[in-house]
């Protein structure tokens, strides 16, 4: 039995940098990392981090307009900082998302502003786009 406690400590010890940060409202109440996404969503990055809600916006977004590729979910606040996000980047939270997807951009988001789920959103010259469940707005 005493062996098992080191073993239990290891594993818990190894698990909680993956699940900190995860916050309780995309990464438990918001059930995001049960719910799936389509083939045609391709993730760079953690997809258990998505919060529900943008994982149906993004399935929505796949339906539409095809592959669509995300690049950008959970930041840990050293990637944040370097990346130039706002100190209080719903990134830090698993609360958004950036991903790429073919279309016109005007369409795309007029698309986005049409989905209750999504609060903040903004497409970067760079060719991706920003979305999350905060209050809704732009920048």
Not at 13 to 30: E, F, Q
Not at 73 to 90: C, I, P, V
Request: hydrophobic residues 35%; contains cysteine.
């Amino acid at each position: 039995m005493a062996r098992l406690r080191p073993i239990t400590l290891a594993v818990l010890i190894a698990i909680a940098p993956a699940l900190a940060g995860c916050g309780s409202v995309a990464g438990v109440t918001g059930l995001g990392w049960m719910t799936s996404s389509h083939n045609n969503i391709r993730y760079t990055d953690t997809e258990w981090c998505v919060p529900r809600k943008l994982k149906k916006v993004l399935n929505r977004l796949s339906d539409r307009y095809g592959r669509v590729t995300v690049t950008s979910t959970k930041r840990w606040w050293l990637e944040n900082w370097w990346k130039g996000g706002a100190g209080d980047s719903y990134h830090l939270n698993c609360r958004a998302v950036d991903f790429s997807v073919s279309g016109n951009p005007s369409s795309v988001i007029a698309f986005l502003k049409r989905q209750k789920e999504v609060g903040g959103y903004k497409y970067y010259r760079s060719g991706h786009y920003h979305i999350d469940v905060g209050p809704r707005r732009t920048w």
